[in-house]
């Protein structure tokens, strides 16, 4: 087989006779000295303490300041930062000496800077990177959010970032290493990703001070990190360090401008020489640092954030600390260099693997949240701050994939009659929004609209391209049908095209993002009329309902929305397609009628699968009942409230804020009415609702639709009232009769599940000091608690915190509203409002499921697949047409799949490269104590649309920018023995097949043969 280099237009790549590579692999020459080779060449002393020095700018994409701002160093009177300046002083300082050495993280700003440079510069800076002075760390779009962020999010991130090292750097510009030193806790799931990503270690700057504390004295700050210890197992075991100082310089050796630190003065003819001093606060801090890590390697973060934009402050005085402190090492034995997180997990290893070697622990499966810098300070607050914008944001997540597939699906056969928008604009806002700074919620209030903004822009486009996509897959023959549109506020019943008096008539086009059919879902919208009929794709008739438009959404919308009543009915959409229907207007009613309840009286609603009975005096859910199992759960849930600290507690002055959750109270107290909160019960065909006011400011309906196996919970609070001068933080909470002995679980990022014990943490002893922001945690996608016979899990429509404080209760945070700032930088309260100036308004769901422990995974996982990847509505005037009519002219159902997934493989990802080939990614969404499996999945004929070329197929590590068969990871002795270096893979070319293990995730590229 003939293999060789070949130079492209946009890139090198390398060429087989069977395999195309998207990948640069080994760019530029022979003598190339970055990564490992640049390692093993650093001055390191044997029998010394080596202190690795990182110079490090630490540059958030969004926080006090908006990106744009903080590229160009605008509004500086918040804060002076500009980050071109930063990377405008690095380049000619690293040129100066080869031995300097400079990290950088963030994509999203130097993906900008590099557009703006001239060809001489970016050779300059090609040349840095090969020689491995300037080295890429992380590599993702940004350093995300670790609480609040859905993997597939995660993912999709690191991928736009690592993609353009890749195209942009080739092997040299591949991170090697993890770096999130700023991130408030830090998630299981995300270690295992970077695992699979082929990161040899993971950094981080935060953790917990007891937890600190601890690990100082048992010299375990440096650890194998068991990150999938059920499932993927040694495939997503990862070296992870906890950095002795924050990710700011030892104290006293702080060299930027604007550090309050002496520079060496080395002139002995002057007064204020200091070169004893300052070669004694190193020596002194290496000596005592040295004695809490089990090797003789120690790493000190130079830098902070947004320093370095005057770099030669930094490393002329760098220079002087190590030349004056290195002209002593034989006294003291301490060795100070330039290095990087790479070369200093390079020589860790090499201590680990050298006879007798190093043990490092391998015994930690936990993760580390709650995060807290001091007693009484559990960050813990922003797993809820700012919901309307998480919530926001994991819609965004369900249109990207959406748009994604279909810019594979159909743009490629209609790019050539007319130019499309892409998905590039709201990949990268998407990947902004990741940020640990944005949908956290830890953001000024100007920074968290601009992150809207721009997600609003993305989503414009990309709805664009579903339109259009979907409209060219609607033709026959001839002319294109009606344009196709999105009602983005059908939360609220607002669609201008449905509630026009004069629409008698449009179609409903449902587009399925799954990779298998997906049945009984229900669309919801706005309309003037009092009946409507409904065809299917096939010209049957489908079953409607019309209820009333609630008075709280009427309240809610204001004047933007006029209907009076909503149409409802169930949709079927097949796998990777879609489904059109036609509604008009009709004589028949279909109206459900909206009753009363009768005081004192228990009100019950059911459906083929659930019974919930409703409590007569009170209003609140009394019980759940499983028609199928006979299962039947006491229950009462309702709302409450946790009064914010202000300072004044006398344990503490510490207040809640953006970060932080800090009640005032053990207790949360009651949001009760003066009397019942039942103000209405909908007896419908297809849905029976109960609606409930708990005061005019929370109010909730709770749904049970025909066939669905949970209830749906939409909760609706705020404004929440501040003129009493009491901040305020929302919760929904359970109280339940499961003996659930004190232990509940949360999942990791959407993935794994992870067991939670009150007042516990598996690897240190916990001093609780706030006994319930202390045991709350972040919930991504689901929260549940069981005992022997039962399990109720809650299912979210975004990222909120959650506890259960004591057994069988469980707990949700839903909205918060505080007057005071936590102290913690932002600088304002979390006090957001609405367009009227009023405190902001959210709305969001719930969705409740009781069954057994033992058949509750496989329903949950599918449930959570279905809500976030849920199908897309785009609607449209009929034409004038009647649907007989509207068949004949135009395609009415459509899928891009040959054949369905199994049930428990997820396609994650399905997009298209700027070299337009195709990346996919299928997962194994089960975990083994769901009952999950191997799974096969044969790419020969799986598509509609295209055939996957086989010989060109390559499977990647999972960010997409090295081959799995390169992977070789650097491997450790532990206390368990030696940790494997292979990735764990998934393609077999002769057969064609993808083999997943549960939890699983295959990462493939190839190009495709578009069919006729």
């Not at 790549?13 to 069977?18: A, G, K, N, Q, V």
């Not at 970016?122 to 609040?148: H, T, Y």
């Not at 968290?448 to 664009?464: F, S, T």
């Not at 209830?711 to 003996?739: C, H, N, Q, Y």
Request: glycine share 8%; aromatic share 10%.
């Amino acid at each position: 087989m003939f293999c060789g280099f070949t130079t492209d237009p946009k890139m090198y790549r390398w060429e087989c006779l069977l395999l195309v590579l998207p990948f640069v692999i080994g760019r530029g020459s022979a003598q190339d000295t970055c990564g490992y080779k640049k390692c093993a060449a650093l001055p390191v002393k044997p029998g010394y303490v080596n202190v690795h020095l990182v110079p490090h700018t630490h540059d958030d994409v969004g926080w006090l300041k908006t990106v744009d701002q903080y590229y160009y160093g605008a509004n500086n009177s918040i804060q002076t930062a500009g980050v071109q300046y930063i990377l405008d002083s690095v380049i000619p300082q690293l040129e100066m000496k080869p031995s300097r050495t400079f990290i950088y993280v963030e994509m999203a700003f130097f993906y900008r800077w590099w557009q703006e440079q001239d060809g001489d510069m970016r050779d300059r800076v090609r040349k840095l990177v090969s020689n491995g002075q300037l080295e890429f760390i992380n590599g993702g779009w940004c350093m995300n959010d670790e609480a609040s962020t859905h993997y597939n999010a995660i993912i999709d991130q690191m991928t736009v970032g690592l993609q353009f090292l890749n195209s942009t750097f080739g092997e040299c510009g591949r991170p090697l290493v993890a770096w999130h030193i700023d991130p408030f806790g830090h998630s299981r799931e995300q270690a295992s990703l970077f695992a699979q990503m082929g990161f040899d270690g993971f950094f981080f700057g935060r953790l917990d001070y007891q937890d600190k504390a601890n690990r100082l004295k048992y010299r375990n700050m440096e650890e194998i990190w068991r990150a999938s210890p059920d499932d993927l197992g040694a495939a997503a075991d990862l070296f992870t360090g906890a950095l002795y100082n924050h990710y700011v310089p030892p104290g006293g050796l702080c060299f930027d401008i604007g550090c309050k630190d002496q520079p060496i003065e080395d002139d002995m003819a002057l007064h204020d020489y200091n070169v004893a001093n300052r070669v004694g606060i190193a020596v002194n801090t290496s000596l005592d640092q040295v004695q809490h890590f089990q090797t003789d390697h120690i790493m000190w973060t130079m830098g902070s954030d947004f320093q370095y934009q005057a770099a030669h402050t930094w490393f002329k005085n760098m220079d002087k600390l190590i030349t004056h402190t290195n002209s002593m090492a034989d006294k003291h034995k301490v060795n100070l260099l330039y290095s990087s997180p790479s070369c200093y997990i390079y020589h860790k290893n090499k201590a680990s693997a050298t006879p007798p070697g190093v043990k490092f622990a391998h015994n930690n499966t936990a993760d580390f949240f709650p995060y807290a810098d001091q007693p009484h300070a559990f960050w813990s607050g922003y797993f809820t701050s700012r919901p309307a914008f998480k919530g926001y944001v994991r819609r965004c997540n369900n249109l990207l994939q959406v748009c994604k597939q279909l810019e594979v699906i159909g743009a490629p056969k209609f790019s050539d009659k007319v130019p499309l928008p892409t998905s590039k604009r709201f990949r990268e806002a998407m990947g902004v929004a990741q940020h640990h700074d944005a949908v956290s919620g830890t953001e000024k209030q100007h920074v968290a609209n601009d992150y809207a903004m721009r997600l609003h822009a993305g989503a414009v486009e990309c709805q664009v391209i579903t339109s259009m996509t979907l409209q060219q897959r609607m033709v026959k023959a001839g002319a294109l049908p009606p344009v196709a549109e999105f009602c983005n506020y059908l939360n609220i019943s607002v669609c201008p095209l449905t509630e026009d008096e004069f629409t008698k008539s449009f179609t409903v086009t449902v587009y399925n993002p799954l990779a298998r059919r997906r049945t009984g879902y229900y669309v919801r919208l706005p309309v003037t009329g009092d009946a409507y009929a409904v065809n299917d794709p096939e010209g049957n008739n489908v079953v409607t309902q019309v209820t009333k438009v609630s008075q709280r959404t009427q309240e809610i919308r204001g004047k933007r929305g006029k209907a009076k009543h909503e149409l409802l009915f169930p949709v079927s959409a097949p796998a990777l397609g879609f489904s059109t229907y036609f509604v008009s207007q009709s004589q028949n009613s279909s109206r459900s009628a909206g009753k009363q309840p009768k005081a004192g009286d228990d009100q019950e609603i059911h459906n083929e699968h659930l019974s919930l009975l409703f409590d007569g005096k009170t209003g609140l859910l009394k019980s759940v009942v499983n028609l199928e199992t006979n299962l039947t759960l006491k229950v009462n849930q309702g709302f409450y409230w946790y009064n914010s600290s202000a300072g004044n507690n006398k344990a503490s002055n510490k207040k809640s804020g953006a970060y932080v959750f800090r009640p005032n109270s053990t207790e949360a107290m009651p949001i009760l009415p003066q009397q019942s909160v039942i103000t209405s019960v909908v007896d419908g065909q297809l849905c029976q609702e109960v609606q409930q006011s708990f005061s005019p400011w929370v109010s909730q309906v709770v749904r049970l639709y025909s066939g669905q196996r949970h209830a749906e919970l939409e909760w609706t609070v705020g404004p929440i009232p501040i003129k009493d001068d009491l901040g305020k933080e929302i919760i929904s909470r359970f109280d339940t009769d499961i003996m659930s002995d004190s232990t509940f679980y949360t999942d990791a990022n959407g993935r794994e599940l992870l067991a939670r014990v009150v007042d516990r943490r598996l690897t240190w002893k916990l001093n609780q000091t706030e006994p319930v922001a202390g045991n709350y945690y972040p919930v991504n996608s689901r929260i549940l608690i069981k005992d022997k016979s039962k399990q109720l899990t809650v299912l979210t429509d975004r990222s909120q915190g959650g506890s259960s404080l004591r057994n069988g209760s469980l707990e949700l945070m839903v909205h918060r509203r505080m007057l005071y700032d936590d102290g913690y930088g932002v600088g304002e309260p979390l006090n957001e409002t609405g367009v009227f100036g009023e405190g902001l308004v959210v709305r969001g769901k719930h969705y409740l499921l009781l069954d057994t422990p033992e058949s509750s995974g496989q329903l949950h996982r599918a449930l959570g697949e279905q809500l976030y990847m849920a199908p897309s509505v785009l609607l449209g005037l009929a034409g004038g047409n009647d649907p007989k009519q509207y068949r004949k002219e135009f395609r009415t159902n459509y899928t891009a799949m040959k054949r369905e997934l199994p049930s428990s493989v997820h396609l994650l990802t399905l997009e298209m490269s700027e070299d337009e080939t195709v990346l996919m990614r299928l997962e194994n969404q089960l975990q083994k104590a769901e009952g999950g499996a191997p799974q096969n999945v044969t790419l020969t004929g799986l598509f509609e649309p295209f055939e996957v070329e086989i010989n060109t197929v390559e499977e990647l590590t999972l960010g997409a920018n090295y081959p799995s068969t390169m992977v070789q990871r650097l491997a450790w002795n532990t206390e368990g023995g030696r940790t494997k270096s292979e990735a764990l893979r998934c393609w077999d070319s002769g057969s064609a097949t993808v083999s997943l293990q549960p939890m699983q995730i295959c990462t493939l590229h190839f190009k495709v043969q578009q069919r006729d």
